[in-house]
């Protein structure tokens, strides 16, 4: 079964400073994992996703994300925090099957201090 | 750029009573799904739908929830008999199958906020 874990449920950084929002999964296949981030009263927007290609994953507003088979994890980064970019950002996998379910982080809050 | 539409933003609803939740896929979208996130924690899947029928569905997903997509462009999800439980954040999602040429994204719209008193 596949599952994902994100390991902070809040980071907090300073405007400039660099992002790590880290994210662990469990899949029984190769899997395919995206970062959605959900502003506040907003909808959820994909930041990014990784679906066997190459595994450093380039999103939107500067977000990037590394996925490493070998340490089964999928964290995203961006070298410069902005005040937008608080929010909260869910790591999710897909399911299963070609148009499977997602399964859905707890979610990871982040703050950034000006 | 096209984006997933949810109606109503918010609901109160007494306990009890049925609700419909409104949603318009993306036009060329051919898959549907409906989530929900209780306050404090995860979104959860309820249930995918596609070719007018639904092709996957979680254990929430019981006889007191259904889909339609009654008229081509609205897809919409019917809670016969609300409880108490079921105040959440409801959000649908669609994507493009795989095998035609599309990609497994889900794009989400910005939810209904569903409270059952």
């Known amino acids: 079964a596949q599952s994902v874990t994100q390991l902070d449920s809040h980071v907090s950084v300073s405007e400039g400073t660099p992002v790590l929002l880290r994210c662990n999964y469990s899949s029984s296949y190769s899997p395919s994992l995206f970062w959605y981030v959900q502003h506040p009263n907003k909808g959820l927007q994909l930041l990014l996703k990784y679906t066997s290609a190459a595994t450093l994953v380039k999103g939107i507003n500067g977000f990037e994300a590394e996925f490493k088979k070998s340490e089964t994890s999928f964290h995203l980064t961006k070298p410069s925090a902005h005040m937008s970019d608080a929010a909260e950002y869910f790591c999710?996998?897909?399911?299963?099957?070609?148009?499977?379910?997602?399964?859905f982080g707890k979610g990871t809050k982040l703050s950034v201090k000006p | 750029e096209p984006e997933v539409t949810q109606t109503p933003s918010h609901q109160v609803t007494q306990m009890g009573q049925e609700v419909i939740l409104r949603c318009v896929p993306i036009?060329?979208?051919?898959?549907f799904y409906w989530y929900r996130q209780i306050l404090g924690q995860k979104v959860e899947f309820l249930v995918s739908f596609y070719n007018n029928e639904i092709s996957e569905k979680s254990e929430i997903f019981d006889d007191q929830f259904s889909v339609e997509r009654p008229d081509g462009s609205n897809f919409t999800l019917k809670i016969r008999s609300t409880k108490l439980e079921d105040s959440a954040m409801y959000f649908c999602?669609?994507?493009?199958?795989?095998?035609?040429?599309?990609?497994?994204?889900?794009?989400f719209g910005p939810g209904t906020r569903l409270l059952v008193l």
């Open positions: 036009s060329n979208h051919l898959y």
């Open positions: 999602a669609s994507s493009v199958p795989q095998g035609l040429g599309g990609e497994e994204t889900q794009y």
């Open positions: 999710v996998v897909s399911g299963g099957g070609s148009q499977g379910n997602l399964i």
